[in-house]
Nanobody, 124 residues
Framework: QVHLVESGGGLVQAGGSLRLSCVHSGRAFSAYAMAWFRQAPGKERDLVAA????????HYADSVRGRFTISRDNAKNMIYLQMNSLKPEDTAVYFC?????????????????WGQGTQVTVSS
């Protein structure tokens, strides 16, 4: 059974930075793609960024490309989301997710294990 725990959320002013972390336990971490999703109140859960099993291939939502960076450390069973130049519209609960296979997917159905989420609030 996979267990994912996010950390690093908080309150930050617009233009600031945060780094989210997610620790993975359970099945072989390095065999699967990983991703960050986010969900704002009253909105659907959307992909923010995803990385393939090796960390060599990443995919970003248009709204965060150039500001956010996803990375993984397979030796530590960790993934990260470095968020720079934060905007109020980035406010959401951010979820870590494990993919069903090694390649990046851009849909919730491509992921089958989820963390509980961490709140990110960006004030204007």
């Amino acid at each position: 059974q996979v267990h994912l725990v996010e950390s690093g959320g908080g309150l930050v002013q617009a233009g600031g930075s945060l780094r989210l972390s997610c620790v993975h336990s359970g099945r072989a971490f390095s065999a699967y793609a990983m991703a960050w999703f986010r969900q704002a109140p009253g909105k659907e859960r959307d992909l923010v960024a995803a990385v393939n099993w090796s960390g060599e291939s990443a995919h970003y939502a248009d709204s965060v490309r150039g500001r956010f960076t996803i990375s993984r450390d397979n030796a530590k069973n960790m993934i990260y989301l470095q968020m720079n130049s934060l905007k109020p519209e980035d406010t959401a609960v951010y979820f870590c997710a494990e993919g069903r296979d090694p390649s990046v997917g851009d849909d919730q159905d491509d992921y089958d294990a989820w963390g509980q989420g961490t709140q990110v609030t960006v004030s204007s």
